[in-house]
């Protein structure tokens, strides 16, 4: 089995930056793709990023796009989400999500993925 764990939500000014973690463990992560989907209260869960395993290829929403970087470090087992020029409109859970895949294959819809993590709260404030 496999476990995601997610980290480095908070609250934020409008125009900051956070950087979430999202840490895989347990054998079912050895070669995995990975993608970030956020839910705001009273809305359904959306895309918000997705990368390869090899992490050469990265999808983002039009809404994030040019302000979040998604990134992983293999060696480590983690997937980053870099998140900058934050808007109140960011606000929401945000979780990691994985399933196992090698190449270059992204996926930026939930049902394709197998792992969710806890999720972690970003809250940006106006």
């Known amino acids: 089995q496999g476990e995601l764990v997610e980290s480095g939500g908070g609250l934020v000014q409008a125009g900051g930056s956070l950087r979430l973690s999202c840490a895989a463990s347990g054998r079912t992560f050895s070669v995995f793709a990975a993608g970030w989907f956020r839910q705001a209260p009273g809305k359904e869960r959306e895309f918000v990023s997705a990368i390869s395993w090899s992490g050469g290829r990265t999808y983002y929403s039009d809404s994030v796009k040019g302000r979040f970087t998604i990134s992983r470090d293999n060696d480590k087992n983690t997937v980053y989400l870099q998140m900058s020029s934050l808007k109140p409109e960011d606000t929401a859970v945000y979780y990691c999500?994985?399933?196992?895949?090698?190449?270059?294959?992204?996926?930026?819809?939930?049902?394709?993925?197998?792992?969710w993590g806890q999720g972690t709260q970003v809250t940006v404030s106006s």
């Open positions: 999500a994985a399933r196992p895949s090698t190449g270059g294959y992204y996926y930026p819809s939930d049902y394709e993925y197998e792992y």
